[in-house]
């Protein structure tokens, strides 16, 4: 039985023992997955040490055969096959063993899940206990006081009305503290009843957690063990091949499988040289390729004559054998008709011979002697006087399989034939020899390239968007998203109808463009009411798009510092405050009057402000309170990014509206302290605590909704831009301020009209609005429209993409909310804003 360590170590002046004990469990199951992490990380490496060794034995499988030493590279080869089916055996109980591991993952997170139900009476009582020793703290302090006053009113001898008075109130402060104390002594009763209950419940699950830990550490190094003796078996096979295989052994068996015979060389014997032999031997002797028995010998010229056609075949560029083969069937036919009926040179008539009717030769009759001596191809190697008679060679060109006769192939045909090949790459992995290894790290040229469409990488200065603008609007890069989002169905839409109340140009300066049909529809009616437009908490340094503004919200930094009231002192017993703030950047393109090309991206960051009097809490308790928070509305949200430094989360929770976190305060704390160190005179130091991407639908989820349109001729150019406020976009609708339109115009402006009124930029040929808060309270509920005429001295114009900015103060587009968990810890303020980021519209 374990001493109840839990039982005796977890209670403190503040109660905060249930809170480090819940946690902690929570804690065993993020040990148990970095178990499991750890154990697949040994199996990989396992896994790839294993294929490195049979990589290796096929190598020493492919070394030379040759020499003494080659039957050695048998023993590598069988050797290191066997190590590395060691290795894959450990693989191999690895992966079982770490799907026991996720089974008890598993069925921890169901355990946890329970006992947070059981606990829950707990949790309850604890918060209780905090809140009385709270509330009767703050009794207390109200009795003393209380009593001192009406005792210093009776020494100073003040009206006996004052004195009573002061005595009516120190008696309902003295009940007020009774009633507390009683309080106090009942939550206690319950707190240490409950506590002592959980604290064991907390501490024989950290029992079974650990034991069923070591078991699995257990099981993982008996794997890994024998494995081990199984290696050190090989190793020892391996020296006992080695010494088994000796030098004599090896010599012995190149001799035996190399040897080339026993028998020497036998005595030669001098010989005396015979003349007539020798003088026999001495006649040139002449080669013949081909013979056939039973037929005269006839000329030997075919060995030249091939000699001579190979020639020039080879001349005209045609491979050997390239341009017919032997018949050997009708050979002796064409050679008898084509040789023998034709007349010898440098012999006289009687020489001819004599021909049958078919006009094969007939045969004269010559003894072996004259034969021998006479004919042009006697030789003195003939085995006999009947020899074997040459046949004629015929070159025939080759036929195609069609039987189809064609004309031999040209010099330029084969070029061009042989230019036509493509070499297929090697499949092989080998790189070859005259190829470096740094050619091969360089990257393929790609045949062709995709056009990115997406938002994030669009400029609406760039050349390609806007043709002739000579300046660039400066803007903050936001990350690219993972997909593009899904566009809308047409006709979703609700726009707004033409202003009636704007004042109108005289006829003729504002037309071209107004006959265009709007994409809006009438719009929507609703009698709901909109907010009151709230003035901002302090005031925003607003920029100019005119004069390079940037694009995209202010992004808070990770550690940074608030210009706040001087910084609080903190009592132990005070609950600690702390502030959030939630900013959301909308990224959207517009792309004509279409609503279902529109790209919508919108990203979030949520981060928590500390005071500087919390560090010191924080660092003079070794135990304090476990700051805990759920996220709320969740379930708006696609993506959530927490920092994994500070935070953890419970993924075993259902609730997908909402999700709990709470920090690692060791991180935090060390997190804090450093950021005193580096600026210690700050009132609050700010962190960065998660980011997330808000779910989109759309044109729908835009704000403010844009359609732009563009009537270019070589003269003038008109300018129409549409736009409607969105409150469904908003989780709460709030004002749009400080809202901005910068547009790129070329083509040489001259002359500029609009309404309402813009500012032209001359060096940067870019016409700007800046409108009022829009808003339900709006006219035309947010709806209306901006228009205007360019006089050019070098048109047409170039439709280029415009850029809008807008903010606003108070609300946020995915409504996402914190709410603080258990107690020590109060939620002192929470700000909320919305900015653009890349917002643009073309044509």
């Known amino acids: 039985m374990i001493t109840p360590y839990f039982l005796e170590n977890f209670w403190g002046e503040k109660n905060n023992g249930f809170d480090v004990l819940y946690h902690n469990m929570k804690h065993g199951q993020i040990s148990s997955k970095e178990l499991t992490d750890f154990i697949r990380e040994r199996s990989t490496i396992e896994e790839a040490y294993a294929r490195s060794m049979t990589k290796l034995a096929k190598s020493a499988g492919n070394f030379s055969q040759l020499g003494t030493f080659a039957p050695v590279w048998d023993v590598f080869k069988s050797s290191t096959e066997k190590l590395a089916s060691c290795h894959m055996e450990l693989v191999r109980k690895l992966q079982e063993l770490i799907k026991e ?3 008890y993952v598993e069925e921890q997170a169901k355990a946890h899940k329970k006992t947070k139900e059981e606990v829950a009476s707990t949790l309850e009582a604890v918060q209780n206990i905090q809140t009385t020793s709270q509330a009767l ?3 207390k302090e109200i009795y003393n006081a209380k009593t001192v006053e009406q005792e210093r009113l009776r020494k100073e001898g003040a009206t006996q009305r004052d004195v009573d008075k002061a005595g009516v109130k120190a008696k309902k402060a003295t009940e007020t503290y009774k009633s507390y104390v009683e309080k106090y002594a009942t939550a206690k009763s319950e707190f240490e009843q409950k506590m002592a209950e959980t604290a064991q419940k907390f501490q024989d699950i950290e029992e079974s957690h650990i034991l069923h830990m070591k078991e699995i550490i257990q099981s993982y190094s008996q794997s890994v063990d024998e494995t081990h003796i199984q290696i050190g078996e090989l190793h020892n096979e391996f020296v006992r091949n080695i010494e088994n295989t000796s030098v004599e052994s090896l010599i012995q068996k190149l001799a035996e499988s190399k040897g080339t015979g026993k028998e ?4 030669i014997e001098f010989e005396e040289c015979n003349t007539a032999i020798a003088t026999e031997g001495a006649k040139p002797r002449k080669r013949k390729p081909f013979g056939i028995p039973g037929r005269r010998k006839d000329k030997d010229t075919d060995s030249t004559e091939s000699t001579e056609v190979e020639a020039a075949n080879t001349a005209n560029g045609a491979p050997p054998g390239y341009y017919g083969a032997i018949d050997i069937q009708n050979a002796h036919e064409t050679e008898e008709r084509q040789t023998w009926l034709k007349p010898t040179t440098g012999k006289s008539q009687q020489n001819v011979p004599q ?11 010559v003894n072996e002697n004259d034969a021998k001596e006479n004919s042009f191809y006697s030789s003195s190697d003939s085995e006999d006087e009947d020899e074997p008679r040459k046949f004629h060679v015929e070159i025939k060109p080759v036929q195609p399989n069609n039987g189809t006769h064609q004309n031999r192939a040209t010099i330029d045909e084969l070029k061009a034939s042989i230019g036509n090949i493509i070499l297929s790459p090697s499949t092989s992995g080998q790189m070859r020899r005259n190829q470096s290894s740094d050619e091969l790290a360089k990257p393929r040229v790609p045949t062709s390239y995709e056009l990115n469409n997406d938002l994030l990488s669009l400029d609406p200065f760039s050349p390609t968007l806007a043709a002739g603008s000579s300046s660039s609007v400066s803007s903050s890069t936001v990350p690219v998203p993972n997909r593009p989002t899904t566009p809308l169905t047409a006709g979703a839409l609700v726009p707004p109808p033409r202003p009636s ?39 925003e340094s607003s920029s100019s798009l005119s004069s390079n503004a940037s694009l995209s919200a202010g992004n808070t930094p990770t550690v ?15 609950a600690l405050p702390i502030a959030v703030a939630f900013t959301e950047s909308v990224n959207a393109y517009f792309k004509g009057a279409d609503p279902t090309k529109c790209i919508v991206k919108i990203t979030g960051d949520m981060t928590l402000s500390f005071p500087m009097g919390i560090i010191k809490v924080f660092t003079t308790n070794p135990s304090p309170a476990v ?15 927490p920092n994994q430094q500070l935070l953890y989360s419970d993924p075993s929770q259902s609730d997908s509206n909402s999700k709990d976190f709470w920090f690692n305060m060791q991180a935090l704390t060390s997190y804090l302290r450093k950021a005193s160190d580096q600026n210690p005179s700050a009132s609050y130091y700010n962190v960065d605590i998660l980011k997330y991407q808000v779910l989109s639908d759309g044109i729908h989820s835009t704000p403010l909704n844009l359609a732009v349109y563009w009537k270019c001729t070589p003269s003038t150019t008109d300018l129409r831009v549409d736009y409607r406020y969105n409150p469904d976009s908003m989780f709460s609708p709030w004002p749009l301020s400080n809202v901005q339109i910068l547009v790129p115009v070329d083509g040489g ?6 309404l309402p009124n813009s500012i032209w930029n001359s060096e940067q040929n870019k016409c700007l609005w800046k409108l009022s808060d829009i808003s339900e309270k709006s006219e035309n509920e947010g709806a209306g429209s901006l228009r205007a005429k360019f006089e050019l001295s070098n048109g047409p114009s170039n439709p280029s993409t415009l850029a809008v900015q807008f903010m606003s103060e108070g609300s946020t587009l995915s409504g996402v909310d914190m709410e603080l968990q258990g107690a020590g810890y109060r939620l002192s303020l929470s700000k909320k804003r919305f900015a653009t980021g890349r917002y643009m519209a073309d044509c």
Request: glycine share 6%; charged share 20%; aromatic share 4%.
């Open 101 to 103: 591991v996720q089974k």
């Open 137 to 139: 703290q703050k009794s």
């Open 264 to 267: 020497r060389p036998g005595p």
């Open 355 to 365: 021909v049958d009717a078919e006009g094969f030769c007939i045969r004269p009759e």
């Open 501 to 539: 109340s704007r004042p109108k140009l005289p006829t003729g300066k504002l037309t071209g463009i107004n006959e265009i049909v709007r994409p809006f529809s009438p719009p929507k009616t609703s009698n709901a009411s909109p907010p009151p437009s709230a003035p901002l908490a302090r005031a």
């Open 560 to 574: 940074g510092t608030s210009r706040g009231p001087s910084p609080v002192t903190l009592a132990s017993q005070d």
């Open 627 to 641: 700051l805990t928070f759920k996220l709320k509305n969740t379930s708006r949200l696609e993506q959530i990014l």
């Open 749 to 754: 402006v001259t002359n500029m009209q609009s």
